[in-house]
């Protein structure tokens, strides 16, 4: 049997790109965060780089990124936060600076979401930001690879 273009791409969609994610599945949401210090404080508590996951609400690839790769980090110890794009809330930044998730985004020159960044003391970007959503069967790869980078450089600057 014959499947036109569009039939193809609504079945790549519907299917999530081939990244597990179900349309009927309830959506995982991950902590926010009033705090970036505060968050940092616990993260760095437990010898962990805090990781913030900037996202955009209605946003595909956020989702696979949250539901796939971060929420399943979050649940075995790792502190993940999210802050959102054009979101108006307030935020305290590292230096305890009230700000708002969308103004602290911009300061932080991340244009696409979703982006994860890894923090370690003093606020500091500890590994490479991971910018949008990769290729589906690496973006694992490029996680680990950058979350061994940020632990790494916690634990050894012995915070």
Known sequence: ???????????????GLGWGVSAQAAPVVLPTTDSLSASLEDALRLKQPLV??????????CKVVR?????PLRASGLQVVQIDMRDH?????FTD???????????????IAPTVLFFGAQGREVATRLNGAYLPDFYGVYLDEQLAV?????????V
Request: charged share 20%.
């Open 1 to 15: 049997m014959w499947i036109n273009r569009r039939q193809s791409l609504q079945a790549l969609l519907v299917g």
């Open 52 to 61: 913030v996951m900037v996202s955009l609400q209605g946003c595909a690839f």
């Open 67 to 71: 539901e796939n790769y971060l929420n």
């Open 89 to 93: 809330r307030p935020l305290t930044d």
């Open 97 to 111: 600076t009230t700000t708002t998730h969308d103004a602290w985004i911009r300061q932080q020159r991340v244009k």
């Open 150 to 158: 940020a632990r790494k450089a916690v634990q050894g600057s012995g």
